[in-house]
């Protein structure tokens, strides 16, 4: 698929099927993520990768049973089998702007030396570049946020501490009866709304 077509092509699917995803298949979606863009080559994004009973874990955890998962509007995202948990280090990120080479930058003073947490942005690129990629392979995949449930997956599954998540890729097969969320019906504004050529004009 050119890579247009997966960029027009691309929604947040909420429903799948039961039929699993190759495992082979799924660390070619991380590789294809970890390539992408990262501060100072930090390389500060790692990946939880949950398929079979880890994924039931994962809902235990951030949708227990009950009322909360019985009213869930898109019970059809339970069903995805890979649900990839980004992850980023900010300490990382410090350590490396310590180096040499990045010392003149301030930015190893600490995590509250950097005004934009671009551990945070190094996330995003590769999260949006998994969902690509999925899109690419004719997978479905959803992005959405933990909140504050962050602990209680860090403790589920021994993520070591310092690490923040950035949120969760859900991969599968799309069930096709999907249903948008009320967001969507927002559209998109026009080109001419968002670009501003040599002066910030509306």
Same mark, same amino acid.
Not at 48 to 77: I, K, Q
Not at 115 to 133: I, K, N, S
Not at 136 to 154: K, S, Y
């Given at each position: 698929?050119?890579?247009?077509?997966?960029?027009?092509?691309?929604?947040?699917?909420?429903?799948?099927?039961?039929?699993?995803?190759?495992?082979?298949?799924?660390?070619?979606?991380?590789?294809? %993520?970890?390539?992408?863009?990262?501060?100072?080559?930090?390389?500060?994004?790692?990946?939880?990768?949950?398929? @079979?009973?880890?994924?039931?874990?994962?809902?235990?955890?951030?949708?227990?049973?009950?009322?909360?998962?019985?009213?869930?509007? =898109?019970?059809?995202?339970?069903? %995805?089998?890979?649900?990839?948990?980004? =992850?980023?280090?900010? @300490?990382?990120?410090?350590?490396?702007?310590?180096?040499?080479?990045?010392?003149?930058?301030?930015?190893? %003073?600490?995590?509250?030396?950097?005004?934009?947490?671009?551990?945070?942005?190094?996330?995003?690129?590769?999260?949006?570049?998994?969902?690509?990629?999925?899109?690419?392979?004719?997978?479905?995949?959803?992005?959405?946020?933990?909140?504050?449930?962050?602990?209680?997956?860090?403790?589920?599954?021994?993520?070591?501490?310092?690490?923040?998540?950035?949120?969760?890729? %859900?991969?599968?097969?799309?069930?096709?009866?999907?249903?948008?969320?009320?967001?969507?019906?927002?559209?998109?504004?026009?080109?001419?709304?968002?670009?501003?050529?040599?002066? =910030?004009?509306?």
């Amino acid at each position: 698929m050119d890579f247009e077509r997966v960029v027009r092509g691309r929604r947040m699917v909420r429903s799948f099927t039961s039929q699993p995803v190759a495992p082979a298949m799924v660390d070619q979606l991380c590789d294809l %993520a970890r390539r992408a863009p990262t501060a100072g080559h930090t390389a500060g994004v790692e990946f939880l990768v949950l398929e @079979g009973d880890d994924t039931a874990s994962y809902w235990n955890a951030t949708l227990p049973a009950g009322a909360e998962r019985e009213g869930f509007a =898109w019970p059809g995202l339970l069903a %995805a089998p890979v649900l990839v948990v980004v =992850w980023v280090d900010p @300490g990382a990120y410090v350590d490396r702007y310590r180096e040499p080479d990045k010392a003149h930058t301030g930015l190893g %003073a600490g995590e509250e030396a950097w005004g934009v947490p671009y551990w945070f942005v190094d996330g995003g690129a590769a999260m949006m570049t998994m969902l690509l990629a999925a899109r690419d392979r004719g997978l479905g995949a959803a992005f959405f946020g933990m909140f504050d449930h962050e602990e209680a997956v860090r403790q589920r599954f021994g993520v070591p501490p310092g690490r923040r998540g950035v949120g969760t890729v %859900a991969i599968g097969h799309h069930a096709g009866d999907d249903r948008p969320s009320r967001s969507a019906n927002r559209g998109r504004p026009d080109l001419a709304a968002v670009v501003h050529r040599a002066r =910030w004009q509306r």
